[in-house]
Every structure is written in structure tokens, then in C-alpha cells.
């Protein structure tokens, strides 16, 4: 059976993941979130991992090292084969391991996201089987794109 990492930040990006974890609650699943998120009734495990925020770059890299290392230990704790992200960076490792591992990796561009690429999309937008935008403006950047429209509309 598959299982299915949900990852995302906190706030937006959680809301549009949420939308889509509930279409999908017939799958073994857990979701990863960057920051903390107070929906207890999820029907799954949840991983809470840091949250950048706006610190300082040296204090980012040294996050970056930690969230890499979460990633690394939460991939090997539940084997996904599927990861479905919303972004930003807070699953990037982990979506390597699940490619790595012969696994399907699924990026939606956050809605806000209307004019101009994300930096997450950017280097998403190489290691995903598939991509998805949510305003047709981005698919002059990610011309592989699947355009479905908006999540939270």
C-alpha cells in the first residue's frame, strides 16, 4: 500500500495541504510541517520540524543542517513512497530520498505564487515526477506544468 508524506509549511501552505489530505484519507499518510500547526484532528501522525522565519542567514544554514537531518530521520522512520508538497523548503531532503528510493514526488506552487516562481518550485520543479501550478501566468516558467487552477478558490 502507499504511503504518503504530506509536507509544508505553516499557514497557507498548510491550508492547501490540508485540502488535499482529506481527498485522500483512504492512504496510509503522515504529514510534516515547518512550524506548528494546532489541528489535532488530522487522522494522522504529525511531525512538527523548524521554521526559518525571518533570522539571520548563518542561524538559516544552521536550521537548513537540523531540517535536513529531521527529514532524513523521519524518511527512515516511515518510508514513504509518495511525497505531495505545497513547499517551501521544509521537505527538500526528504523529497530526494523518496526519488532516490525509486518514490513519486508531487509539488503544487502555492497560490500565492502568481507571477514569478517560487526558489522551492525552482529546484522542485527538477526533482518532481509532477508538477503542478495554481495560475496559468507560471507556466511561461514551468513549461512541464500541470495548470488545474487554485485550491482555495
Known amino acids: 500500500m502507499k504511503k504518503i508524506a504530506f509536507v ?6 498548510y491550508d492547501e495541504l490540508r485540502l488535499i489530505m482529506h481527498n485522500m484519507r483512504d492512504y496510509k499518510q503522515f504529514l510534516v510541517v515547518g512550524g506548528m500547526v494546532s489541528d489535532e484532528n488530522l487522522g494522522c501522525h504529525k511531525y512538527n520540524i523548524f521554521d ?3 533570522v539571520k542567514l548563518s542561524v538559516k544554514m544552521l536550521k537548513f543542517v537540523i531540517t535536513a537531518l529531521q ?3 523521519i524518511f527512515f522512520l516511515e518510508r514513504p513512497n509518495v511525497l505531495i508538497t505545497t513547499g517551501p523548503s521544509t521537505g527538500l531532503i526528504m523529497a530526494l530520498l523518496v526519488r532516490l528510493f525509486k518514490g513519486k514526488v508531487i509539488y503544487i506552487e502555492c497560490s500565492a ?3 514569478t516562481p517560487s526558489l522551492s518550485g525552482r529546484f522542485f520543479y527538477f ?3 509532477s508538477f503542478f501550478v495554481q495560475w496559468k501566468e507560471l507556466l511561461k516558467y514551468y513549461p512541464d506544468a500541470i495548470y488545474k487552477g487554485c485550491l482555495l478558490s
Open 8 to 13: 509544508s509549511a505553516s499557514g497557507g501552505h
Open 52 to 54: 526559518y522565519g525571518s
Open 71 to 73: 527529514n532524513i530521520y
Open 113 to 115: 505564487q502568481v507571477f
Open 127 to 129: 526533482i518532481s515526477n
